[in-house]
């Protein structure tokens, strides 16, 4: 394990956040931008730097050597509330996101994320700068909602859950076209969108090179259809699949990360831009295929679209996307900061997608709103390996499906009944379910976790 005791300590740390603050001129000039690389289905450990020597990840990994990594981060199982996390720093139940948000924009209201819920990106952008998300909304697609309501003034990309890359329709059920410039629905058919994203980000960087820009770019991969750049063909042409399909979308999604890290170097500004990467839930085992004739996508009846029942790798971990196991809501998380974090660092510390908010306000010196985080600061954890989690317990919940962790011990449920009690300490984590032999901490736990659920779904609004 590494270590920064030499390099940073907590007192240090306190030192260069306070220098922000020194006066409201070099507060102007020094304000760090922020760049969010939120990929799509990658599961637990599926970068080369997290032990998957198979896998050709050179930009993640230099996002390793040149930050903190975390083992212990966590998203949840599912889309969803994982960018509700992302976004808000607080359970995705206070913002009404506890099941599948509205996909279709063109569709009746149903269910998408409370515009009272104040954002990063808003309080970034009351803070000067200029913000911007490509890629995946995914908290709700109606056009009186979404992030042009939430505080980006640009957003160009699926409102959605996912798309093919060349036609742009979602591809469940019969499906719907799903690509906006804001609000407005355009077509760019035949034209790979991970691509599209891209270049919108790095003219987004080009104009904004010498302001502070907050760049949120929520890739949908390596999310299925697994259609990867061909570029990485001849690399996995020797993998078995599953594998080898999931393999070279990985590596697709960090050429495209590349792409935004070279031109952050080329205007200067790598240096002082945040840039955290993290996944939103484990790698997808679906299996899927076109249901109907006269698909609106175009494709024939019977195209298979998914994940190729699965390529990502959990390690010991037992688990994947859609379920509250480890291999479910344990994904890669690293944030990098050259001018004032450590480099080449590994914390152990459970930390969860809800930190990164009040984590970034407190590095970029912005007074946090005053509603109620659920999430935590990450800088002292940052400072030390020796510091303990900000997280005692940790709770995650989707439609009925509900789990809570505290220390070594995780208990599953659904509705009003726990179903499995897991330790993660087992040499098999997570494979012996204990729920009869040890009632007194069922109880506990369960406990803990019905007070959880009270508190989240009691109304939550911003206080201006």
Excluded at 167 to 192: A, P, Q, S
Aim: glycine residues 8%; charged residues 25%.
């Amino acid at each position: 394990m590494h270590t920064i005791r030499n390099l940073i300590t907590s007192t240090s740390l306190f030192f260069l956040l306070s220098a922000y603050s020194a006066d409201n001129k070099k507060l102007d000039i020094n304000k760090p931008n922020l760049v969010i690389f939120f990929t799509d289905d990658q599961g637990t450990l599926d970068v080369n730097c997290y032990g998957s020597k198979d896998l050709y990840t050179p930009n993640m990994d230099k996002l390793a050597e040149d930050g903190v990594r975390f083992t212990q981060a966590y998203a949840h199982q599912v889309c969803c509330p994982a960018r509700a996390m992302l976004m808000t720093g607080r359970h995705p139940q206070r913002s009404n996101v506890n099941h599948w948000t509205q996909g279709d924009a063109k569709g009746p209201k149903t269910r998408n994320m409370n515009l009272e819920e104040y954002t990063l990106a808003e309080a970034l952008k009351d803070s000067g700068y200029k913000t911007a998300l490509f890629g995946k909304w995914h908290l709700g697609a109606h056009l009186d909602y979404g992030p042009t309501k939430q505080g980006f003034d640009e957003f160009y990309g699926i409102r959605g859950g996912f798309i093919d890359n060349y036609n742009h329709y979602f591809l469940h059920g019969e499906g719907f076209h799903d690509l906006y410039e804001g609000t407005k629905e355009v077509f760019d058919e035949g034209k790979y969108f991970p691509n599209l994203v891209t270049d919108r980000a790095l003219n987004f960087i080009d104009r904004n090179k010498n302001n502070p820009f907050f760049l949120f770019l929520a890739f949908n991969i390596p999310h299925y259809p697994e259609q990867a750049d061909p570029k990485f063909d001849e690399r996995y042409k020797n993998m078995k699949m599953p594998r080898q399909s999931y393999a070279k979308m990985i590596s697709t999604t960090d050429d495209h990360m590349g792409q935004i890290m070279s031109k952050l170097q080329e205007h200067g500004i790598y240096d002082n831009t945040i840039i955290i990467f993290m996944s939103d839930n484990g790698h997808s085992r679906e299996r899927n295929h076109i249901k109907f004739d006269n698909h609106k996508s175009g494709l024939a009846k019977n195209t298979k679209y998914g994940a190729l029942g699965g390529g990502g790798n959990t390690g010991k971990w037992r688990g994947n996307k859609s379920n509250f196991y480890e291999g479910g809501i344990r994904v890669p998380a690293i944030i990098t900061f050259p001018n004032k974090l450590p480099k080449g660092a590994v914390r152990d510390q459970a930390i969860t997608a809800m930190d990164w908010m009040p984590t970034v306000l407190e590095l970029c010196n912005i007074e946090p709103p005053k509603i109620k985080f659920d999430g935590k600061s990450l800088t002292q954890v940052i400072a030390s390996e020796d510091n303990p989690s900000p997280h005692k317990v940790l709770n995650w919940q989707w439609h009925l499906a509900w789990a809570i962790r505290q220390g070594s011990w995780k208990l599953m449920g659904r509705g009003t009944e726990p179903t499995f009690l897991g330790n993660l300490d087992d040499k098999q984590p997570e494979k012996t379910n204990y729920l009869t032999e040890k009632p007194e901490l069922v109880k506990t736990l369960h406990q803990l976790h019905k007070q959880w659920a009270l508190d989240v779904d009691a109304p939550q609004r911003r206080k201006k």
